[in-house]
C-alpha cells in the first residue's frame, strides 16, 4: 500500500491524481447519474465526483426547496479558479437552489491573519462584486459573514462536542502550538454549512457545497457531526428494503425510551414507534416489521430511492421531538484547472492563471507564455498533431471560455489533427477570453450600486 493521501485544506499542495482521490475519500462517482441540462462542468468532466448528490437532485426534480452553499475567503484577488465554484452555484440556482454565500472572515482572521474590516471590503469590492458580474442572481441569494451570525459560531459549538482534539488532530494535522483560533475555524465551517437548515433560514432541507478537495475534510467533518447527532439511522437492509434504527445518546435517551437506568421505557418508547410509524404511513409503506425494543423498524417494501425523503421526514420528527434534525450536506467536486505556466494556479504567482479584473494585453501575455501541447516545429506540428490535454488554451476554452460544445468540438479536431497551430488555438482562446473579461467588465459597472441586493439583513 502507497501512503494515503492526506489533504491540507490550509496548504496550497494540490493532488490530481482524481480517480485515486475519488477511492481513497470515499467518493461517489457522477457517472450516470441522471443530471438534468448537464451543465458545462458536469458534461466537461469538470466535476468528478460527488457526495449525496442524488438527494439534491431528487428535490429539484421534485420542486422540493433545496439549497446550495459556498464560502470564500476574503483575502487575495477573484480569478478564474474561484469562478469555477460560482459556475456551479450558479447552476444549482438554476435548477431551483436557493443560494447561501458565507464569508469566512472568522477563518481569515484566524489562518491569515486579516482584520475584519479589510476582510469587509475585501469580500464586497473582490468577491461578491465578480459573482454578481458572472451572472448570480440576487433574487434568492444571500451573503453573509460568519463574525455577524452568531448562530454559526453557536452551531460550531454545540457540535464541537461531539469531536476530539485527537480527531481534530488526525484530519487536520493540528498540533500542540496550532492556535485555538485555527481550530475553531472548522468548526465554524461547520456552522456555516448546517445552519441554512435551521428554522429561520429556510427549515430542513438538503445543501449541496461544490468545493475542490482540498475543501473535503470539511465537508466530512460536517458530515460525520450532523450523523452522530441524528436521532434516526435509515439504513439499506441486508434482505432487501430499508431499515430505521434509534440512535441512542446522552441527549436524547429519555426521550427516546431510555430510563435512567438504561433501561427500555416501553411507554415512551411505543409512543416514539407509533410517530415513526406515522411518518413511514404518510409515505404509503404498510409491511412495516417494527421491534419497539431494539429500536428497529424494518421496511421491506422500500427502495433505495425513498432513503432522502424518508430521511428528510424522520429529520422533522426528531426537530418535534426537542433534537436538531440536520441532514449532513452533499457536495460536488470539481478538477482544478491547471495554472498557465503548466503547474499549479495559484493567486500568489499571478503569470498562472487570470484575475477577473486583468487587463487585456496583461491576459494577453499570459495567454502567449501559456503552456503549449503544440510540437516543437510546423512540420512536426502537422503530422502528430497538438496535446489537447496538456494545451492551456485548450483547457481554458473547455473549462471557461467557450460555451458552444460544437466549437470546441471543431477546435479539438483542428487542432489534435495538427491543422491548427499552438499560435492559432492561443489567438482563439485570446479572443474567447478578451470577450469574457469585457462582458464581466460592464457587468461589474453596471451592477456595482446593486451589491447590498445580495447581502443578508445582518450582512448591511
Ligand atoms: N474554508 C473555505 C476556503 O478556504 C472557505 C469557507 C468557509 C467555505 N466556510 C465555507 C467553503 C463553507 C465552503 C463552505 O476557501
Known amino acids: 500500500m502507497g501512503e494515503g493521501i492526506r489533504i491540507d485544506p490550509w496548504s496550497s499542495q494540490q493532488s490530481t491524481d482524481y480517480s485515486r482521490i475519488r477511492d481513497e475519500f470515499g467518493l461517489g462517482s457522477v457517472e450516470g447519474m441522471a443530471i438534468p441540462d448537464p451543465s458545462l462542468l458536469h458534461r466537461r468532466g469538470i466535476i468528478f465526483a460527488q457526495r449525496d448528490l442524488d438527494i439534491v437532485l ?28 460560482i459556475e456551479q452555484v450558479k447552476w444549482f440556482q438554476s435548477q431551483g437552489a436557493d443560494v447561501t454565500i458565507a464569508v469566512a472572515d472568522l477563518e481569515a482572521h484566524a489562518t491569515r491573519g486579516m482584520s475584519l474590516d479589510d476582510c469587509r471590503s475585501t469580500a464586497l469590492k473582490e468577491y461578491v462584486l465578480n459573482y454578481a458580474a458572472l451572472g448570480l442572481d440576487s433574487d434568492n441569494a444571500s451573503v453573509y459573514f460568519q463574525s455577524r451570525r452568531s448562530v ?4 460550531g459549538f454545540t457540535l464541537g462536542k461531539r ?23 472548522p468548526l465554524v465551517q461547520v456552522g456555516d454549512i448546517l445552519h441554512p437548515q435551521l428554522e429561520e433560514y429556510g427549515g430542513i432541507r438538503p445543501i449541496v457545497v461544490p468545493v475542490g478537495v482540498d475543501q473535503d475534510p ?18 439499506t437492509r441486508k434482505a432487501g428494503g430499508l431499515s430505521v434504527s434509534l440512535s441512542i445518546q446522552e441527549e436524547n435517551a429519555l426521550a427516546l425510551g431510555v430510563d435512567g437506568r438504561g433501561r427500555v421505557d416501553r411507554e415512551v418508547r411505543n409512543t416514539i414507534f407509533s410517530s415513526i410509524i406515522d411518518v413511514l404511513s404518510s409515505f ?12 428497529l423498524i424494518e421496511i421491506p417494501g422500500a427502495i433505495n ?14 426537530r418535534r421531538l426537542g433534537g436538531l434534525g440536520l441532514l449532513p450536506p452533499a457536495s460536488t467536486y470539481h478538477r482544478f484547472a491547471v495554472g498557465m505556466t503548466g503547474d499549479k494556479m495559484s493567486s500568489s504567482r499571478p503569470e498562472t492563471t487570470i484575475f477577473l479584473d486583468d487587463s487585456i494585453p496583461d491576459m494577453e501575455k499570459k495567454v502567449k507564455r501559456a503552456l503549449s501541447g503544440g510540437q516543437a516545429t510546423v512540420e512536426e506540428h502537422r503530422r502528430l498533431g497538438g ?3 496538456k494545451d492551456v488554451a485548450f483547457q481554458y476554452l473547455n473549462t471557461f471560455f467557450e460555451d458552444d460544445d460544437s466549437a470546441l468540438e471543431e477546435i479539438r479536431r483542428n487542432y489534435s489533427s495538427g491543422r491548427m497551430l499552438a499560435g492559432e488555438i492561443k489567438k482563439i482562446c485570446i479572443d474567447k477570453a478578451s470577450e469574457w473579461l469585457q462582458d464581466i467588465d460592464e457587468k461589474r459597472r453596471s451592477i456595482e450600486d446593486q451589491i447590498e441586493d445580495y447581502l443578508a439583513d445582518d450582512a448591511r
Request: proline letters at 3%.
Open 58 to 85: 431528487d428535490s429539484a426534480k421534485r420542486n422540493d426547496p433545496f439549497g446550495v452553499l459556498t464560502g470564500l475567503m476574503p483575502s487575495g484577488r477573484m480569478h478564474l479558479g474561484h469562478s469555477m465554484v
Open 152 to 155: 454559526v459560531q453557536r452551531i
Open 163 to 185: 469531536t476530539t482534539m485527537s480527531e481534530m488532530g488526525s484530519i487536520y494535522g493540528f498540533q500542540g502550538d496550532t492556535n485555538l483560533a485555527h481550530i475553531q475555524a
Open 218 to 235: 470539511h465537508i466530512r467533518l460536517t458530515r460525520d457531526l450532523a450523523s452522530r447527532s441524528n436521532w434516526f439511522n435509515v439504513k
Open 284 to 295: 404509503g409503506f404498510s409491511d412495516l416489521i417494527s421491534n419497539p425494543k431494539h429500536g
Open 305 to 318: 430511492k425513498d432513503r432522502g425523503q424518508i430521511r428528510l421526514a424522520l429529520l422533522s420528527l426528531e
Open 387 to 389: 496535446d489537447c490535454e
